[in-house]
């Protein structure tokens, strides 16, 4: 069997749920389902017998092997990171019934709450399955936060998952800053939670134990952290600075005097006044530092639209992650500033997980309902330490292979046009009335060097619409292949050519000559290729 | 209450056939004098064959457990009775492919006992019982020989462990066994002390319910029936005594694990009680 990571992505057709709690799917729909993190949520309206469903793509294989192969499915969990009110619902068993292609209920199963999550095993006589339907049974609130689909026999290692419907819940057209504000630049196979405070949770990307950090706390009038936060922090051996001008939130807590052990440095401390931190202007001193690998920032919706706010701070501010709410509101969403912000920060860091928190309010913008909060996670670009020093000088191996720069392979783009493969006959693509708006990159292999990688990213910043693709040789050759019909030489000679800059040279002129060839079928009137080059 | 009238004869001597080991029993169904992997499975003969098999740490049975085994033998006179010993149950387990390093590799012995009964059914067909399952109907008012497998509930969850029948080779046994030896490839990330239930999902009810599902022949009987009616578990954990008898979760609790197993429900104490008698955990 192939590893984990060498598994065709796995496409989800169809995904829909009962019902949308709050009426809101951009916040609650089915599209969270598979959106790789961990901390949005899928919830119904509380009814009688909610459920979700999704089908997929191409069947999947189910049943005791000895060795599975690549469509195999071996267990399916349900995780649930989120305190929505459906939380008390999720201590409930979960129904699941599976469907083959005929529509035929092949299997029926049922499994309580294990932690954080309902794992079903599958296993059994041979057979395929189609659709998956989970349900309840009783007058409840169906909530998770995550499907995650395994192929191994102990349900250990999710596999890829790209929903490749149009939802309805996706047809409002989207403000630029939702877009850019869910856009997922880098791939984060497993995120925990980690509770800012109460109201907030964000993902946190790769392994704890990993992390060398202090953690900073940035905020203009007050911090609130909570216990959780900081015990987590002091476990992963960090110092946490707050900043800010006071901390009322904090000295008012009734166990400010166990909080306050957690701050390590000397920008927070202890005196016979109460507790003493550090005024803005002494963050000059730690722009640049590379231990400051953890950084949250209190944002309101009001120091969005200004451009002197500690946002700034935190673009300059040389963290390895960043935990910034973005807030908005039916007065700001369409103002210049809070895009631009967006940008400054995009451009210093890439968002790998959001939670969007209902709790903080939702408003009404064209018809559609958007969340007043979205949480972001991000990392900094081109983050690689190996080793560092912390500022309690533990040295921790802080390598952060989990997080990768997020190219996706050609077939994933060809599914989310609607082609299932590359072969002769689905090229060129069906024709549409504009210009497809993607651009084609070829490289060797889908990881770019660092300078690449921000050129590669200046693009994505500046064009949110625009599909990047990176192909790599291995795709090339396909492609060529793919085009063999018009230039009958080419496919067999490319996989020998072995010097990279030819080998892009002719990728691309493989690309031009479908463009080419379809032009010249169109202006010969031939049928039926009505279609449009690749790009 | 009805008395039990035996006659003399029908009492089997001490020297039953329970003492005899497998190789005597392989040469009784076969004509063959030592076990021979290549004849197994047995050849499926269109039924059920009235062998019963049962698993305990050596072959010489406790009294509690003895009473039963006789009782079995003269209610049930056309059974072949065979008691699997620690070392038989590893011979069986090095038939199946991969699966002997991972069966020795176990941390608990209740585990190993787990997969001993399918292997034992898988390969030679029959009828098994935990040592401290009792007779209380005869098997022909209920177990109709030409089934392919015959198995029950053990609650409104988990398909019943501890009396189960099958034909020799049967696929639906073969998914047991190939399931746990799948899952049981790795089981150094289980901590066994934090999660106690994960015993159910690696090689006890949990994982036969994951394995016989979409299986032909379903679930015939139901929990009460294999609780009470067709045959008697007698929880000997629970209420025999005796140290050969205490669960693999008391043994642990008595190395220090008291507070972490207290903390856990009654009830999934009981439920684990229950599924792992009557065998100690000897390890």
Known sequence: MPTQNELPVVTISMAKQSSVTFGDAFAFGPKNAFDNSLDTAVETKEQDKPYFEFTFAKPMTIGTVVQPDSNHLTGIRVYNRHREPGTNSFTQGLFMELYNEEGKMIRFSKEKRVANFYLFNIAGMPNTVSRVKFYKTVRATLTFSEIQIYSDHMCRHARALILKTSLPTSKPKLPTVFKVATKIKHHCPTTRALSISAAFQYSFCGTVDSVTCAAFALAQNNVVLDASFLATMHRMECGVTAVGPELPALSERQDNAKLRRYFKTSWCAETSGGSRCAPLQELVNLVGRSDGSLVYVEMTAQDWTRTDSLLNVAAEFAAERLFIPLRVNQETIDNPNVLSNLYLLTAKYDIYAYHVNMDAGSFKHHDATYPMEIQLSMIQKSQRRVVTSGINGANNAAVDDEVQPLHLPLDRWLKQWGVDNLTRATLPLPAKAVVPFRSFSAARRRVLSKEAEEAFDTWTNNDVELEQVLLDFAECDRLAEAVAKDVPLLAPRMPEITDDRVKSALCRLSRSISSAAWQRRQRRGEQPTTSAPVA | MPTLDLQPALVLPSTAPSQEPLDWWFERWTGKPVLDPSMLPLKDTGTIPKRLFMTWKAKALNPQAYDLWEEWGVRERLLDRVVLDDAECARLAEIFPDLKPRYDGLPLNVMRADICRVLAIYYFGGLYKDVDVGWMRPLKDWVNYEDHVAYGWEDDEHLCQWFFAARPGDRCVWNILQHITNIIANTSYIDFNANIEAVI???????????????????????????????????????????????????????????????????????????????????
């Not at chain 2, 090689?203 to 067709?230: H, I, L, R, S």
């Not at chain 2, 008391?250 to 197993?261: E, N």
Request: proline content about 6%; some cysteine; overall charge positive.
């Open chain 2, 201 to 283: 999902d690696i090689t006890g009810p949990g994982v036969w319910t994951d394995a016989m599902q979409g299986c032909p022949t379903p679930p015939k009987y139901t929990v009460n029936e294999m609780k009470f009616t067709n045959v008697e578990h007698h929880y000997a954990s629970q209420r025999w005594g005796g140290k050969e008898y205490k669960s693999w979760i008391d043994s642990r609790r008595g190395r220090g694990l008291g507070a972490r197993v207290a903390a856990v429900q009654a009830g999934a104490i009981l439920h684990l009680r229950r599924r792992s008698a009557p065998h100690a955990d000897a390890e």
